[in-house]
């Protein structure tokens, strides 16, 4: 929710009306940060996926990945909306940070379907 609530104050304060990277802050959040755990839950509360140690390698990844992909989203909509001028070389390793965070939120899913898949097969 607080990624949301600084998107709108922050764009306000500052007569931002253009699209920002922080538009997508909130969402990322709310949808990897927290629908994904939810669904996670009701799996682990009827089995033993908490045992599964790709499941640990899941948590570790994912919790990792999601909030690095989440604060570069914010480092990159805060430079649009202040206007500032990067180098190239300071915007390409803000895309490069953001997407390693998309890389480890990924290997994270993918280990979480492999653990599920192994819980399956018990």
């Known amino acids: 929710m607080a990624g949301g609530v600084f998107y709108r104050e922050f764009t306000k304060y500052n007569g931002f009306t253009g699209v920002t990277a922080l538009g997508k802050v909130h969402t990322h959040l709310f949808l990897l940060g927290m629908l994904v755990f939810l669904v996670v839950a009701l799996y682990a509360r009827q089995s033993g996926l908490g045992k599964n140690k790709t499941f640990r390698v899941f948590l570790w990844t994912y919790n990792i990945g999601v909030p690095l992909t989440a604060v570069m989203l914010l480092v990159r909509g805060v430079t649009q909306v202040l206007g500032l001028s990067l180098s190239s070389?300071?915007?390409?390793?803000?895309?490069?940070?953001?997407?390693?965070?998309?890389?480890?939120?990924?290997?994270?899913?993918?280990?979480?379907?492999?653990?599920?898949?192994?819980?399956?097969?018990?």
Do not use: C
């Open 89 to 122: 070389g300071a915007s390409a390793a803000i895309s490069g940070i953001a997407g390693i965070g998309h890389i480890l939120t990924g290997v994270g899913i993918v280990t979480l379907l492999v653990s599920l898949k192994k819980l399956a097969k018990n």
